[in-house]
């Protein structure tokens, strides 16, 4: 991304920690080039432990398009976001460095080329220490991302939010699509089969094969349904339970929501989580390992006053905030290891 109308020129700095987002109480929320949550570009700090990354590529749907502006109605709608996480009593962006890396720039021609173009670009983003949080694009995107966090973790649990199953074998006779990533990435033995779940899942299947299928490659199923009779906390305990201490990856869907909370998407499916439901879930997972994440298939053609954008804009808010704190924990548990260096707890307001 350009610097070019940039209204807070980057400071080299960083000697005082991270360094945080615009301060809105002096540059208005709605000005300047859009970054999520108002974040220093990665250009502009050097490295990041959280890199939120765009992939804007869409050509692995199967209905409506529109995908590939998902990561930039995201930024744009996340300029609402402030630096205190009161749910999670965290201020994410003071705990850890986080920043804007930008888009990866996949080719929107060749679904094959753009699979190996966004692998290679995670795994450089990875190789400087940090974790993704990736804005897509559809949810093809979804079986680089985790070939490459597979390379540096193993194999990994998989909290996957969505209508839909994603593990069914080819459309066309293609099997990079965006209902297919998750039997490939089976296939390719990068997940921890013991860790494996859906949430949300509901809606018309092309037959019970599906469900066959997907039990057979280790996944368990949390329905729309299931989070509405047991609620938030039971399921939250059932899916700790399930990930325990492994490394996990959480791929969000935004189809997950109800098409009330996001009808900006390109397979709407109704009876859905609210987002409130979506953002408690995500929440209670704060004893987990989350080594990286996506937010996924935000389609801002078919949304309305950015409903959709939103939920996905604090949708990745709360998963940066547990990536944060995994990392400050993972700092102070070094500290007392032996003798470091201690970093601040203060983010420095970008001026
Ligand atoms: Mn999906």
């Not at 991304?1 to 940039?6: A, D, K, L, T, Y």
Request: proline share 6%; aromatic share 6%; glycine share 10%.
């Amino acid at each position: 991304m350009s610097s070019n109308g940039q209204v807070h020129p980057a400071t080299a700095d960083r000697e005082d920690g991270p360094r945080g987002p615009v301060d809105s109480s002096r540059i208005p929320r709605y000005a300047g080039p859009a970054t999520f949550a108002r974040l220093p570009r990665l250009d502009e700090v050097g490295t990041a432990e959280v890199a939120v990354v765009g992939v804007p590529f869409d050509s692995g749907v199967s209905y409506r398009p529109g995908a590939r502006f998902g990561g930039n109605a995201i930024r744009e709608a996340s300029r609402l976001l402030r630096p205190y996480n009161p749910a999670q009593d965290a201020s994410p962006f003071a705990l850890a460095q986080v920043a804007d890396a930008g888009d990866i720039a996949a080719n929107p021609f060749r679904i094959d080329e753009a699979v190996e173009t966004i692998e290679a670009a995670a795994d450089e983003l990875l190789a400087t220490g940090a974790r993704l949080m990736t804005l897509g694009g559809d949810h093809t995107i979804a079986l680089p991302l985790l070939r490459s966090v597979a390379k540096k973790h193993g194999p990994v649990a998989l909290l996957h939010f969505d209508a839909h199953l994603d593990t069914w074998d080819t459309y066309f006779g293609a099997a990079y699509t965006h209902g297919t990533p998750f039997r490939r990435a089976f296939e390719e033995g990068i997940l921890d089969t013991e860790a494996l779940s859906h949430v949300g899942t509901r809606g018309p299947l092309y037959g019970k094969k599906d469900l066959d299928d997907d039990a057979r490659m280790g996944f368990g199923i949390v329905t729309s349904a299931d989070v509405m009779r047991r609620g938030v906390d039971e399921v939250v305990d059932q899916l700790r339970r399930r990930i325990g201490d492994r490394p996990l990856y959480i791929s969000v869907d935004i189809d997950v929501l109800d098409p009330a909370h996001a009808p900006g998407t390109g397979t709407p499916e109704a009876g859905g989580l609210t987002s409130r439901e979506l953002l408690e879930i995500v929440r209670g997972l704060a004893s987990c390992d989350l080594v990286s994440a996506d937010v996924v298939e935000v389609a801002p053609a078919y949304d309305h006053a950015e409903i959709t954008s939103v939920a996905a804009s604090h949708t990745a808010y709360e998963l940066t905030t547990l990536m944060a704190r995994g990392i400050a924990e993972a700092r102070t548990d070094s500290e007392h290891a032996g003798p470091t260096t201690a970093g601040t707890s203060t983010a420095r307001t970008s001026k």
